[in-house]
Each structure stands twice: as structure tokens, then as C-alpha cells.
T-cell receptor, first 114, second 113 residues
């Protein structure tokens, strides 16, 4: 079974500052990892995903994430945030043993202040 | 390409009633998953259907059920509604395969009064 822990429920940050949203996972098998973003009253949309290969993954809107197998982490980063990045961010894991069930973390609310 | 469509967008029901929510996946996607989203619990996995078969199930009571039709459209049903069932219900579809991401609908906001 897989599980995901997002270490911060809320992250306030000033505009143009860097941000890191933390995600740790546990799994007995190899996994695929995802970050999704949810804007108010919307569904989730994919920011980026890690399947294999390079541990640094670049996504949309200037976000990137680094897969660290030894620390079982997949932290999301952006060097300079904008007001429009204010949203809820979800880390998710899918086990690669088939079934394609995706488990989501509880979410991190990013609040960008002017 | 049309996205995932969920209907209705908003719904108000009374305790004890039942409700059916609908999800039309992206064309070609055969896997449909349902999630319940609440402020306190985050995104909770309900179930996943693939080719009309329930392939995975979360830890929800039997009042929550679903089905998938031959055209991959899916419905979920909640019987004997409780106040705690008030939530945003999200449907996600995906093209079956390792590491394929889910595409989400905008959700159905269910309020139980």
C-alpha cells in the first residue's frame, strides 16, 4: 500500500519569493509521483510527474520537483512565485504494480501575498 | 478534445435521500476514478472502474456505489444520505497505463441538509 504525507497544510509566502512544498511518501513498491494544483471551485490539473530517469522534473508554470528515493521525498519548488500561484497543491503517488490507483496527500494551501 | 464532464455541478439533498452523480471521461479513457474532497479529510479515494469493472475500492461504507457503462461513462450513487456526505465529488479519467496521469472534472458539490 502507498501513502503520502504533505508536511505543511498552509504555506504563506510573499510575491517573487521562492517556495518549497514538501511531500514524503511510503510504498513497498516502486512508484510514480505527481503534483497537481487545484484553483478555487475547479478540479485538479497536473503540474508535473516523475516516472523514471532524471530525478529533477520540470512542470508547467515554472514549477519543478526533485525525486529523492533515499529520503522518499518529492518536494515541489518554484524560484519566484506570483499572486496567481495561490491555490491548493496535492502530491500523489501511484504504485507501479498495476491497478493504477492514485493516492493523494492532504494538500498544501499556498497563499501568495503582495 | 473535450475534458472530463461531471453533472450536475451543484446539488442539494435532504438527509435520507439518495443521489446519483454522473461523469463522462475524456474520449479514449477507459479508467474512471471517484474521489470525495472535504476540508478536513482532503481527497479520499472512493473507487476506480476500468472496462465496466470495479478494480479498486477505498474505505467507504456500502452506501457509496458506482458503475461504469460500455462507453466508459460512470455514475456514482450514495444512498441514505447523511450530513457528513456533504463534499465535493471529483471524477478523474485516465488512459490506462503505468504512470499515466488523471484528468479531473470540475466536480459536483453535494450539500446534504
Amino acid at each position: 500500500a502507498q501513502s503520502v504525507t504533505q508536511l505543511d497544510s498552509q504555506v504563506p509566502v510573499f510575491e517573487e519569493a521562492p517556495v518549497e512544498l514538501r511531500c514524503n511518501y511510503s510504498s513497498s513498491v516502486s512508484v510514480y509521483l505527481f503534483w497537481y494544483v487545484q484553483y478555487p471551485n475547479q478540479g485538479l490539473q497536473l503540474l508535473l510527474k516523475y516516472l523514471s530517469g532524471s530525478t529533477l522534473v520540470k512542470g508547467i508554470n515554472g514549477f519543478e520537483a526533485e525525486f529523492n528515493k533515499s529520503q522518499t521525498s518529492f518536494h515541489l519548488r518554484k524560484p519566484s512565485v506570483h499572486i496567481s500561484d495561490t491555490a491548493e497543491y496535492f502530491c500523489a503517488v501511484m504504485g507501479n504494480t498495476g491497478g493504477f490507483k492514485t493516492i493523494f496527500g492532504a494538500g498544501t494551501r499556498l497563499f501568495v501575498k503582495a | 478534445k473535450a475534458g472530463v464532464t461531471q453533472t450536475p455541478r451543484y446539488l442539494i439533498k435532504t438527509r435520507g435521500q439518495q443521489v446519483t452523480l454522473s461523469c463522462s471521461p475524456i474520449s479514449g479513457h477507459r479508467s474512471v476514478s471517484w474521489y470525495q474532497q472535504t476540508p478536513g479529510q482532503g481527497l479520499q479515494f472512493l473507487f476506480e472502474y476500468f472496462s465496466e469493472t470495479q478494480r479498486n475500492k477505498g474505505n467507504f461504507p456500502g452506501r457509496f456505489s458506482g458503475r461504469q457503462f460500455s462507453n466508459s461513462r460512470s455514475e456514482m450513487n450514495v444512498s441514505t444520505l447523511e450530513l457528513g456526505d456533504s463534499a465535493l465529488y471529483l471524477c478523474a479519467s485516465s488512459f490506462p497505463g503505468d504512470g499515466t496521469e488523471a484528468f479531473f472534472g470540475q466536480g459536483t458539490r453535494l450539500t446534504v441538509v
